[in-house]
């Protein structure tokens, strides 16, 4: 009994004292996985440009549609390095603005994508 019962719980100890330090980021967190900066402005825009070409690939798109898109992704692009050419990293009221267009943008590539126009 007592050499089952050590097989048992030096493992499961083990795995405690392991797991302890990876999850009190979690916790501190309020639960949510820990990352310091989980939604870039970089990031956002290449997702937002790959919905975009799956858009195109799948015919959801026209071209008309398509040129609108990119022209205001690349307008989004221009902002953030303007924004980063002043002083290399975005203040509040910059990154609060960059958001904004890119919700905005985000909201019209739905809205393309579900207009009940295609390529054909």
Known sequence: MRTTLKRLLFPA???GALALPLATPVAAQGGRH???R??????????QERRILQGVGSGELTRR??????TEQN???RMEQRARATGGEFTARE???IEREQN????????QKHDGQDRN
Request: with cysteine; net charge positive.
């Open 38 to 47: 989980p939604h870039t402005v970089n990031a956002r825009q290449n997702r």
């Open 65 to 70: 549609e398509t040129r609108g898109l990119v």
């Open 13 to 15: 100890l083990t795995f």
């Open 34 to 36: 820990y990352c310091p």
């Open 95 to 97: 990154r609060a603005r």
């Open 104 to 111: 905005q943008a985000s909201r019209h590539i739905y809205r």
């Open 75 to 77: 307008h989004i692009e």
